[in-house]
């Protein structure tokens, strides 16, 4: 007997998806044919699915309201980066990247700074000022502290949420706390050698915390956002777009009476997010000219 419902899935291990639907979790596989139409299913979509002698298949995915590429998970409200300040060692310019895919596919950002507690008295005084700044952006911003858990699970309510980040920064753990440590997901502490994560999680499974769902994803060592043109990274920092720059085509790099290179000369905040478009943007004209 065959049947066909509708569902979502929550997780993708080993060639398997796992279809919520209503309470209950179905273990299924992908029908042939997505593979040919170079569409795979992706943990977050909305599926149907078709139950033949205790075995699921999915048949078919319903169109995506978003589709995040790092980590690749579909129907998101919000990403959520976590980073840690010190080990791995805070980079903004990996932040701000971040920031940037989650830009590209539309999708909500919040930040949250992980490992305070290692911090000497200079180095928080730091952190905060990194915090407030990317606050002052318009970002939810918070620390992993007690407080600021509560703060997020404020903004957060029946939302679908995937986490992204370094290995190491402390994505497992972050949501381990969130579910007041009743989940148990594995961890791992950080290479002395090396500075860096050992890549623990290994796949992308959301997790039912509440009444939301916050999706556990594995971290990286490196990003490429090398896809994103040249002349498109300037509506992906969306401080740009309010800024009173009145030339259509400018790139805010060297063009005379560019409002944006001159606000940023006149004030004195930490404008590293402008230093790393810059950045960023060169890279992207090497890369073409490679090309
Ligand atoms: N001191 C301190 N350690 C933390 C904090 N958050 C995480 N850690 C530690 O950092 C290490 C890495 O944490 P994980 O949660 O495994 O990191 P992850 O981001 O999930 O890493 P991957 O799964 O490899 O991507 C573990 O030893 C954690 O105990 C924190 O706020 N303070
Ligand atoms: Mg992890
Ligand atoms: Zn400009």
């Not at 989650?102 to 930040?111: C, K, L, Q, W």
């Not at 502290?145 to 949420?161: M, P, R």
Request: proline share 2%; hydrophobic share 35%.
């Amino acid at each position: 007997m065959t049947t066909e419902i509708n569902g979502k899935i929550i997780k993708a291990l080993s060639g398997f998806y796992y279809v919520l639907v209503n309470d209950k979790i179905i273990k299924c596989r992908a029908r042939g044919n997505f593979r040919n139409e170079n569409i795979t299913p992706l943990v977050g979509d909305i599926v149907k699915i078709s139950i033949e002698n205790d075995l699921g298949y999915v048949i078919e995915i319903e169109e995506r309201k978003n589709e995040l590429l790092r980590p690749k998970v579909a129907n998101i409200d919000y990403n959520v980066i976590v980073t840690s300040f010190k080990s791995p060692v805070f980079s903004s310019k990996l932040l701000d990247k971040l920031i940037v895919l989650n830009e590209y596919s539309e999708v909500e950002t919040i930040i949250v700074f992980t490992k305070l507690d290692i911090l000497n008295s200079n180095e928080l005084n730091e952190c905060n000022k990194i915090m407030n700044y990317y606050k002052q952006l318009g970002y939810n911003v918070f620390s992993n502290s007690n407080c600021d858990i509560q703060n997020f699970k404020n903004i957060v309510g029946n939302k679908f949420i995937s986490i992204s980040g370094q290995s190491g920064s402390g994505k497992s753990s972050f949501i381990n706390k969130l579910s007041d440590n009743k989940l148990e997901i594995e961890t791992a502490r950080i290479s002395k050698a090396l500075g860096r994560g050992k890549h623990t999680t290994r796949h992308i499974e959301f997790h039912k915390i509440g009444n939301f769902y916050i999706a556990d994803t594995p971290g990286f060592s490196s990003l490429d956002i090398s896809f994103i043109e040249k002349d498109e990274l300037k509506y992906l920092f969306k401080e740009f777009k309010d800024s009173r720059c009145k030339f259509q085509t400018c790139n805010h790099i060297n063009e005379p009476n560019c409002e944006v290179k001159n606000n940023i000369i006149e004030t004195d905040y930490i404008n590293t997010r402008y230093e790393n478009y810059k950045i960023l943007f060169k890279e992207k004209e090497e890369q073409k000219r490679r090309y």
